[in-house]
């Protein structure tokens, strides 16, 4: 479903910006232009369990 899908793209966010914090911070400025978006959008959209997942991040 597109809930899991948007679920599954944050945890790839949040893999990349841990991962690409060691080699530099290009990438972690370019997710946090877009990343509080999507997470507002999970939070205000999705069930309990998208919120859990946000919170967890």
Do not use: M, T
């Not at 945890?11 to 914090?21: F, G, P, T, V």
């Not at 946090?32 to 859990?52: F, Q, T």
């Amino acid at each position: 479903s597109q809930k899991d899908q948007c679920i599954s793209f944050l945890y790839l966010a949040n893999d990349i910006l841990q991962n690409s914090r060691r080699k530099g911070s290009e990438f972690v400025n370019e997710f946090w232009k877009v990343l509080p978006g999507a997470l507002n959008k999970v939070v205000k959209n999705d069930d309990e369990h998208g919120k859990r997942v946000v919170l967890r991040l």
